[in-house]
Each structure stands twice: as structure tokens, then as C-alpha cells.
DNA sequence: CGCATTCCTTGACAAAGATCAAACTGAATG
DNA sequence: CATTCAGTTTGATCTTTGTCAAGGAATGCG
């Protein structure tokens, strides 16, 4: 493996913390490997062998029941995923397959889980990472049963615009069918959805979305950390979709774990109306 | 503390394996409170300062937005909730409120952070019930977003006959309307959907459910254990309904954390007891 | 016991979202 | 530069699901 790429795994929120021999064991243990683009890494169902970590390209988790398929998450560089099937040692809950080619390192899951008992700062960043994916998945969940596609689609271009740094003009990373899995709804609906909401606060050119009115927006989707934010400390596991690049730079690729949201405000608890559900 | 409550506790997946000493003074720092029912016992947004395990009665785990509310997860004896918040010390995602009297036991989430350092058994606890709760939340998405209402009624109910040891008929252990906000539907939906499905499988009375046609609701929603199981060795951590009971065993009840299905005992003699309240 | 809640059910209706088919777009390719 | 192909958009239509309103059943309490 590459000197770099070494160094960005190491700086890995996972990594960071462990005693560089016990990075060093476990790195010994792992290789990394290319792949090319639309190749199935990891199938749902089977064992869980190695923790997979993106060096390099994007990796799409996904999942499949009865012929239909939806998107769980994208993981860029440099994210990790399917941690827990390996601590559990137990079957993926998800696919994964790359969007592009990519180089993703394979660390054996049984040196994972000694060394885990070695390192306790290793431990220690471990079950840091996996509350974070745990809390992503909730959510995930949160976000799909509390809000209608319109409001998904409004707090996910507005998270998108604060991982731009509050940028109003931001590109979209990946396939908007695929955000639309992600979201929870079918690619027609999600081009309509899209298309009303022009002239309502978004314009959107290609995969240029640029925000008009954000304050229409946020009275339409008030923004809530307890969905729409990274958790401070971000975490990677590969539980959403990566952030969005300003338009104009195209190479620039951030982790999709990465910037972590400011500027959202807590709602207040305290006004409940019967519930949606 | 009971004697008992605190050995019942130490025989949680979480506690199970570490040393004694370490568990006595983890439980030294706590201390175990009665709650009447219907009272919210942490608001989503707080920040977590106690590990919660609930030694009596159950608890709701649920997310509200905009008025909106619905159920992701009901905890009973002996389960744990907000592990994940009290790792990353963060502010909860999800309120919880007693359904009914309960006795819950509080350990502080700074205890929880140093022993998890101390005790190399006990961090395996901990990450494996944190693996275990991020699966549960996977496979929560995965149903709402890969199965329609319908489907995931069947499947709900499959699930609960296959932890009553596959048998035919069984009692709902929450009410109905709980249970549709945790599938994700409007208490109006689950009823008349239930409605259709008399004649095609199902008989309720009441709270009672019985399985008439397994092998037609087996078709209408193939069960998938990358979606329905639990996994093999149950988690606690509060990301699903308890499993139900048979008819006619009221007063019996199992540990939410038992979704694992069958055969979880408590009851491990060789016991420490650590002090007090 | 009867009243008051709370939960559950039902019906009529509206809205949201899915499906199917077809056309359009834009980038990659020969 | 035409072709191709995957991705996207659009329209028409249908299904699913939510909403509102009201009645019924069960339960707890005075």
C-alpha cells in the first residue's frame, strides 16, 4: 500500500487514536485493492470478513428485498463500512458496489477484533464510530417516517447547501435517482418533486442546484439536527450521502463523512400537535 | 437496589462479562428510580447523562418533527436505550416515555466511558450491543423503505409468531396503534388493513392474533432475516417492539432485548452484588 | 353502575406516491 | 458526427396511504 494512503487511513477517525504498532499489526494484516466502476463488492447475506475501508472512488451500500432495491448510502474517501456485521461477525444487511472505479483497503476482521482488545483507544474509537453509524441510521429513519418526499427532498438540498458551507449554489454528487433511493422514493417522483419546488425556492440546472429563497424552504422543512445534522464529531460507516462540491471544482472530493452542519437551531419539544403517524 | 433488580442487570448481554469489580462499581454510581406510566422520562434533544436499563414496566422510544410523532422502539425488562448518545455524548435522537410503571436504573454515562477503558470484556459488551443496535436500525430503514404497509404488517406479525416459538396464535403486546407508528402507517391504515387481511391468513380478536394461513402470508411477504430476523444473539439497545405472549400467560414477560426469540434465561448463580440503592 | 377516557374501527374523501409508457438529454463511443 | 445508452423528464393513470369525522368497544374510576 501507498505511503499516502497509509497516512489517510491512520488519520482515519477509527485509526487516529490506536498505538502506531497496533496500526502497523493491523495494517499488515490488510490489503488494498482496485476495482472497477459498477463491480458488486459485498453482497447482503453473505459473511462478514473484512472491514472495508475507501482509499479512493465511491462505494454505494444498498439493499434488496423481492426484486425492489434501495439505496442505504454512498461512502467516499476516506469512509469505512460494514463495521458492525464485522464486529458481530454476521451476515451484511447491505450490498455494496462501486459508482467508479475505486481502491478500497480490506482489513480481516479478526485482527480487527483483537486488536480492539489490545488498544483500548482503538476500543475506544471503534464503539465511537459505531454510535455514530447507529445515530445515522436512526436518522435515516426519523427522516423517512416523519417527513413526506417534498420535505426530504427540501432538508436534503439544504443539509447538501450546509456542507457547502452554506454555499447557495452547490452540485449534486451523485445520480439523482440515486438520491431519490436514498430518499425513499422513485426517480419520477423525485424529477416532479424537484420541478415544483422551482419557482418555490430552488432552481435546478443539470446537476447544479442553486437555492433562491431559503428561508421559504426552511419554513417549508425547518431544518432539525436531531435529523438532518452530522453529529459534531463526524463519523464515517457510511451512513448517508456524500456532501456536495461548490460549482468549479470538480477534482476537489471531500470525505463523505466530512463537514459537520452549523447554524441549524433546536426546534422547541415542547409543541406536540397529533402526529403525523 | 433490589438484590435481585442488580442481578438480573448483571446478567444483561452489556454487563455479562466483565469483571466483577469493574460491575460494582459501574453500579455504586447508579441508582434505580420508579417512574409512574405516561411520564416522559427524556426529551429528544437533551443531552445523555445516564445510561437507562429497565428493570420493570416498559418504556416508548419515540421522535417527533413538526407535530408529528412516531414510535421507533418499545424497551422492557431487562433492556437498555440511549447507549449510542451516551458513548458519543451527544444529545438524544429519541424521547422516552414509561407506557406504564417502571422501574428504571440509571448509570452515569461517565462511569459507563471509564470502565469501558478499564474493562476490555466490557468494551466488547459494549460494542457488540452497539453493532447490534446500529443492525436493528438498518433493518427498521430497509423494511419501511423495501415493503408497503401491507407487507409490513405480515411481516410484523410473522415475526412476533416466530418469537412465541412459531406458534399459531399469540397476543399483540402493545397497542395497535403503537404498532402502526412503528410500522410507519396511520393507526387508520393498520386497522383496515388488518381487515383485509381476515380471510387471507390472519384472525385477530382483540389483542389476540391467530395465524390461519401461513403459507399465503409466507407468499404475500416472504420473510428475509436480513430485514425480520434478530440477530442470533439478541441485543438489547431498543430498536423494536417486545415479542408478544402467548394467550393466557399474562403476567409472563420477557426482556424487549429477547427479540432474539426463544430460550434467553437469566439466572446466572455465580453472582456479585454490588451496593447500594 | 354509569360515566369518562382512551383506543379502535369505519366510511367518505383527498392527497401523495407509484407505475407504465414514451420522449428527451447529454455524455461517451465508434 | 451520428449513434448509443443510461439517466432524466413528462404525462396519464392507478394504487396506496393519509385525513377528517363519527360511531363503537373496552377500560378505569368515581
Redesign the pocket.
Known amino acids: 500500500m501507498r505511503e499516502e494512503d497509509l497516512s489517510e487511513v491512520r488519520n482515519l477517525p477509527l485509526f487516529r487514536n490506536m498505538r502506531a504498532a497496533n496500526f502497523q499489526t493491523l495494517m499488515q494484516g490488510a490489503y488494498s485493492q482496485r476495482f472497477p466502476g459498477r463491480l458488486e463488492l459485498i453482497q447482503q447475506g453473505q459473511r462478514a470478513d473484512f472491514l472495508h475501508v475507501v482509499v479512493e472512488g465511491s462505494v454505494e451500500l444498498y439493499a434488496d428485498w423481492q426484486g425492489?432495491s434501495t439505496t442505504m448510502a454512498v461512502v467516499r474517501p476516506v469512509g469505512t463500512f460494514i463495521l458492525a456485521a464485522c464486529i458481530r461477525d454476521l451476515p451484511y444487511l447491505m450490498s455494496a458496489r462501486t459508482l467508479e472505479p475505486a481502491r478500497v483497503l480490506l482489513v480481516p476482521a479478526s485482527d480487527l477484533r483483537a486488536t480492539f482488545r489490545e488498544d483500548p483507544e482503538f476500543a475506544v474509537s471503534i464503539v465511537g464510530e459505531l454510535a455514530g453509524a447507529f445515530r445515522s441510521m436512526a436518522r435515516h429513519a426519523k427522516n423517512l417516517k416523519l417527513?413526506?418526499?417534498?420535505?426530504?427532498i427540501i432538508g436534503y438540498l439544504l443539509e447538501q447547501s450546509e456542507m457547502s458551507g452554506g454555499a447557495d449554489q452547490f452540485v449534486?454528487q451523485?445520480?439523482?435517482?440515486?438520491?431519490?433511493s436514498y430518499l425513499?422514493?422513485?426517480?419520477?417522483?423525485?424529477?416532479?418533486?424537484?420541478?415544483t419546488l422551482e419557482g418555490e425556492g430552488i432552481h435546478?440546472k443539470?446537476?447544479t442546484v442553486t437555492i433562491i429563497d431559503r428561508a421559504a424552504l426552511m419554513r417549508a422543512c425547518p431544518p432539525d439536527i436531531l435529523i438532518d445534522g452530522p453529529d459534531p464529531e463526524p463519523m464515517s460507516g457510511g451512513v448517508s450521502l456524500p456532501g456536495p462540491e461548490l460549482p468549479g471544482s470538480r477534482q476537489e472530493r471531500r470525505s463523505a463523512a466530512g463537514q459537520g452542519g452549523v447554524g441549524q437551531q433546536f426546534r422547541d419539544p415542547n409543541e406536540t400537535r397529533?402526529?403525523?403517524?
Chains 1, 2 share one sequence.
Open positions: 425492489a417527513r413526506n418526499s417534498r420535505e426530504r449534486l451523485v445520480e439523482k435517482r440515486l438520491v431519490a425513499g422514493m422513485t426517480a419520477e417522483n423525485f424529477s416532479r418533486a424537484l420541478r435546478m443539470g446537476q397529533p402526529g403525523r403517524t
